[in-house]
């Protein structure tokens, strides 16, 4: 079974900073994919990047970068150039695509907050 | 495109009543899920389709919970009866199923049992 773990429940970061976004994870599985979601006030759920576990590039949305460590089973998210709109939940996620299934698990959220 | 819509947006019932969740995917999305987030349980995998059958129903809590998909376009979730432990917010999720395994929430019901 997955398991995914995100170890900072809160964050908070100046308006224009960078912040990174911890999440580690649990698989015997060799394909897999990897998936930080954010989750404003608003409450929908907004995806933000995916990582294949086979590729060794680390993906990059605009703003958004991973750092993924596949040995380390580390998929940290890396928020450049902050700004008060990233204030949100943000959640990390796995699937494992061995198998057939399409079941994400997901972690229990990191609640960041920008500051003006 | 016209993303994932669910509706009601929020729900406010009294316990023992019947509530009716419904979720329109997005079109051309193979997938369909139901999730359920609280505070203390976070996100949780309710039931998954593939082609309107049901894959994984593992998640529903119990018998009082049953989820349908008469259709490509539409998916329910019943509780019946509800009590106030199921409230929550419930997210509808669709996914096309080509592999990259993206999944696309609608806004979510937020269900308040009194």
């Known amino acids: 079974a997955q398991t995914v773990t995100q170890s900072q429940p809160e964050m908070s970061v100046q308006e224009a900073e960078t912040v990174t976004l911890s999440c580690t994870y649990d698989?015997?599985?060799?394909?897999?994919?990897l998936f930080w979601y954010k989750q404003p006030p608003s409450r929908q759920m907004i995806l933000v990047i995916r990582?294949?576990?086979?590729?060794?590039q680390n993906a990059t949305e605009n703003r958004f970068s991973v750092n993924f460590q596949k040995a380390a089973k580390s998929f940290s998210l890396k928020i450049s150039d902050s700004q008060l709109g990233d204030t949100a939940m943000y959640f990390c996620?796995?699937?494992?695509?061995?198998?057939?299934?399409?079941?994400?698990?997901f972690g229990k959220g990191t609640k960041l907050t920008v500051n003006p | 495109d016209a993303g994932v819509i669910q509706s009601p947006r929020h729900e406010v019932t009294e316990m023992g009543q019947e509530v009716t969740l419904r979720c329109k995917p997005i079109?051309?999305?193979?997938?369909l899920f139901w999730y359920r987030q609280t505070m203390m349980r976070g996100l949780e995998l309710l039931i998954y389709?593939?082609?309107?059958?049901?894959?994984?129903d593992s998640g529903m809590p119990e018998d009082r919970f049953s989820a349908k998909m008469p259709n490509a376009s539409f998916s329910t979730l019943k509780i019946q009866p509800s009590e106030p432990r199921d409230s929550a917010v419930y997210f509808c999720?669709?996914?096309?199923?080509?592999?990259?395994?993206?999944?696309?929430f609608g806004p979510g019901t937020r269900l308040t049992v009194t």
């Open positions: 999720a669709s996914s096309s199923g080509t592999g990259n395994y993206e999944q696309y």
């Open positions: 698989t015997s599985e060799n394909n897999y994919y």
């Open positions: 990582q294949e576990a086979y590729k060794q």
């Open positions: 996620a796995s699937v494992c695509s061995q198998g057939g299934s399409e079941k994400l698990v």
């Open positions: 079109s051309g999305h193979d997938y």
């Open positions: 389709f593939n082609n309107n059958v049901p894959i994984d």
